[in-house]
């Protein structure tokens, strides 16, 4: 008989219950103990889930308070020096993700970088040469033995060794597969206490593999896992995000009892997966996908699986592609959604019956005949036909940008001398990144519209309110280039995705980002239009309050994407195309309205680029010719802005001058130097604005570091092309911080003007 198991599932609670408990718990509201109640009970109900659907294990170990990497740090005594104070393990892990305690211990917080190519971030661990290892498991089995107390058939979760070290950063420039000889010994010991525990699967995590990975860490597995082998425990290796390539045969080959690939992201390698793997592994393909919201073909599946059923028997399994924990809960709410998308969405739970159901129609060809399974045909079909999902002009639109080449009319010098003469702005021009402090007031207003306390009028007038009180400090603090600070966006692409028809806004589709905090992607369902300008009056109302240049403000194609559900019935560049193109209406829209700085933000196009190094050439370009396409149905004279956050641009900065922003904002103040010396090595001729200041740090920058940065800039970037500026958006600010904060930047742009 064929199986099906989950790679792991979401943590934060179907209504984010471990969110609220955390943040109670952090604020000093609630006890520790209350805090490990609404994490048990989020267990129970996880297991409980997956029983009842009827998986054939369920899985434990992939439950964390905070985040799975910083567990794995804990569990083998490798939390950084400075959060490994007392002995409360909880203290501890929120002493090194935080860098603060409710018992009022303080430390720095541990870096943070996104996992993979996913909107999860996981806690970096910190490697030094002369790090020591000490198993810790007693968070681990207890998590185990609870799972076991719901059912016997638990598979366990842990990251694998050379994952967990290569996701880890070199605090001496050592090498961290040094650590290597000093980790194993204990990962065998694990292995024999979960023997123990009764344990008799492990799934052990090594995503690297599918990655570009440098030969030396490649020829570690081997040895690695001989080393792990022997103790009477099942592995099963598991990879997902992307194909193994080079890395397939390495991976079939270890001395481990199955092998799990991800076929949603690369289906190809199931047929030299057939080929190659040995006549006792079990193979584990990833078919429900663990990355998007839509239910599964199960159908065309089926027939995709039938000769690996008949080549493997009993040694094939099922599974998610990877864990669920990049979807959310539970679609069977989703009542209010348009066109009857609610229809077509799997969740977690979804998936875990799809997972169950395909299992059940491979085994018995009855199922073909029942409810269940002509109800998911009958779904995916209704899908496939919608009108509101399929509108010709749409796609033609989008497929013929694609074929084209955008670019402005003029070269940036041409158009620079334009932009100076209509916008006539001093040297070192002043401006924010969009958006300022979303007060309590702000919040409040939203909260009390949306239950109907406010009128939509009141709501607005309240809104502008705000946008007024912004533009006078603008106007007092003395910026030359000012925004409207974004009052109205709940979200950068939220906001969007309200407006646009093809985008849905789930009620309760929340999904774990990082610690506490979750995001809400809207879901691109279908063919992009906008019925309406989203942000001109906005714009305009704002532009009337001022003598000064007001910024208009969007979010790019590529952004959007990246940060919503996409559709996975046809390419990404497609659907970046259709949201272009109703950016590039809006563009034009402002302009019209007499908007003559318009910024697009792309902070997700460096996060964008593929996890292979082979795909991408061809990334770039539909990213960067889709900006392009957004932004070019402009004058000359009319300047177009771009926003970028994280500073590693080296390998990119060709494609970021292929965007041909004329002005960009990077976020570089917490590394200024890096960006300086790429620009050194290869100049960028555009407008730049290095971002002057962190604005994740609440203190007022010091005026000589801002100094330092501009001026080391004029090394690199002529006068009249740099800008001033903070390094993102202010929104997670205060006023009381914003202000002196920006009086201090305009004083050093001013110094900075005489000195030239
Ligand atoms: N315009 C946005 C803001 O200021 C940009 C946010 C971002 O870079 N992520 O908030
Ligand atoms: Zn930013």
């Known amino acids: 008989m064929t199986l099906f198991h989950t790679l792991g599932f979401p943590r934060v609670g179907q209504q984010r219950e471990l969110k609220w408990a955390l943040e109670s718990f952090w604020a000093g509201n609630s006890t520790q103990q209350e805090l490990l109640d609404v994490a048990h009970t989020q267990r129970l109900a996880n297991w409980q889930r997956q029983l009842q659907a009827g998986a054939d ?8 308070l905070y985040d799975h990497v910083l567990n794995t740090s804990y569990l083998f005594g490798h939390l950084p020096e400075r959060a490994r104070h007392g002995d409360d393990a909880l203290n501890q892990l929120f002493l090194a993700a935080r860098g603060r305690t409710p018992c009022g211990c303080t430390s720095h917080a541990s870096e943070m970088t996104k996992w993979f190519d996913t909107n999860y971030h996981y806690l970096v661990p910190e490697c030094r040469a002369e790090d020591e290892f000490r198993l810790q498991p007693e968070l681990l089995l207890e998590e185990i033995r609870a799972a076991r107390a719901v059912y016997p058939k638990v598979k366990a979760v842990v990251l694998g060794p050379l994952s967990y070290l290569y996701l880890g950063k070199s605090l001496d420039n050592s090498n961290r597969l040094n650590l290597l000889p000093k ?70 080959n270890l001395p481990v009892q199955g092998v799990h690939l991800d076929l949603v992201s690369a289906p190809e390698q199931l ?88 299992r059940n129609a491979l085994n018995n060809s009855d199922v073909l005949s029942s ?86 009028a009141e709501y607005e007038d309240g809104l502008k309110a705000e946008i007024v009180h912004a533009i006078r400090v ?32 789930s009620a309760n589709g929340w999904v774990q980002s990082y610690g506490s905090r979750c995001v809400k992607p809207p879901i691109i369902y279908g063919d992009i239009e906008r019925p309406q300008p989203m942000t001109v009056r906005w714009s305009e109302f704002a532009q009337s309050q001022t003598d000064k240049r007001m910024k208009g403000m969007l979010t790019g194609p590529v952004t959007i994407l990246k940060w919503a559900f996409v559709r996975d019935d046809q390419p990404w560049s497609a659907t970046a ?65 771009t926003h ?38 290869s100049p960028y001729n555009n407008g730049i604005g290095p971002g002057v200041y962190d604005i994740h740090s609440p203190n007022i920058p010091a005026t000589d ?42 004083a050093v742009a001013r110094t900075l003007r005489l000195e030239v």
């Not at 980790?183 to 024999?192: G, H, W």
């Not at 593999?209 to 099942?234: C, I, K, V």
């Not at 970021?656 to 090595?681: F, N, P, W």
């Open 705 to 746: 570091a801002m100094l330092t940065i501009l001026r080391d800039s004029l090394d690199v970037v002529a006068a009249k092309n740099l800008w001033v500026n903070p390094d993102c958006g202010l929104k997670t600010r205060r006023w009381e911080e914003v202000i002196p904060a920006l009086e201090a930047m305009v």
């Open 474 to 505: 603008q106007e007092q603090i003395g910026l030359d280039v000012l925004v409207h600070g974004e009052a109205e966006r709940n979200d950068m692409v939220e906001y969007f995705g309200e407006q646009l028809e093809g985008i849905a806004v």
């Open 271 to 358: 047929t030299p997966a057939l080929d190659r793997i040995g006549p006792y592994k079990v193979l584990s393909l990833g078919v429900i996908d663990g990355r998007n919201i839509w239910r599964s073909d199960l159908n065309a599946i089926r027939e995709s699986l039938l000769e690996a059923r008949q080549q493997l028997g009993e040694r094939l399994w099922l599974g998610t592609s990877c864990s669920l924990l990049h979807v959310p809960y539970d679609a069977a709410g989703e009542h209010q959604l348009p066109d009857g998308v609610g229809q077509w969405l799997a969740f977690a739970q979804q998936k875990l019956e799809e997972g169950v159901l395909l």
């Open 577 to 641: 195309y259709q949201l272009a193109a109703v950016l590039r209406d809006e563009v034009q829209d402002l302009e019209r309205a007499g908007i003559r700085i318009i910024q697009v933000d792309e902070p997700a196009l460096r996060e964008g680029l593929p996890l292979r190094k082979a795909a991408h050439k061809q990334y770039l370009q539909w990213a960067v010719n889709s900006f392009r396409f957004s932004v070019t149905g402009v004058a000359a004279a009319t300047q177009i802005h």
């Open 371 to 456: 409810a269940a399974w002509q109800a998911q045909a009958d779904a995916i079909q209704a899908r496939r036909t919608s009108t509101a999902v399929h509108k010709a002009a749409v796609k033609q639109r989008a497929a013929d940008a694609a074929a084209f080449d955008w670019q402005r009319d003029l070269p940036f010098n041409e158009r620079a001398a334009l932009q100076q003469e209509l916008l006539q702005l001093p040297l070192f021009p002043t401006t924010t990144i969009g958006s300022f402090p979303q007060t309590s007031g702000i919040r409040q207003l939203r909260r009390r519209f949306k239950q109907g306390e406010l009128t939509l």
């Open 57 to 64: 294990f369920i899985t434990a170990g992939d439950f964390a």
């Open 644 to 681: 970028m956050c994280y500073a590693d641009f080296d390998d990119i900065l060709p494609a970021i001058q292929g965007m041909d922003a004329d002005v960009i904002t990077l976020e570089t103040a917490r590394s200024a130097s890096k960006l300086l010396a790429t620009l050194k090595s």
């Open 183 to 252: 980790l194993l010994p204990l990962y065998s010991e694990l292995f024999a206490l979960l023997k123990a525990e009764g344990i008799d699967w492990l799934q052990l995590d090594e995503p690297i593999l599918a990655l570009d990975l440098p030969s030396d860490w490649a020829q570690a597995f081997e040895p690695a896992y001989h080393t792990l082998r022997n103790n009477g425990l099942n592995l099963l290796l598991t990879t997902y995000f992307n194909g193994l390539e080079d890395n397939l045969s390495l991976a079939l």
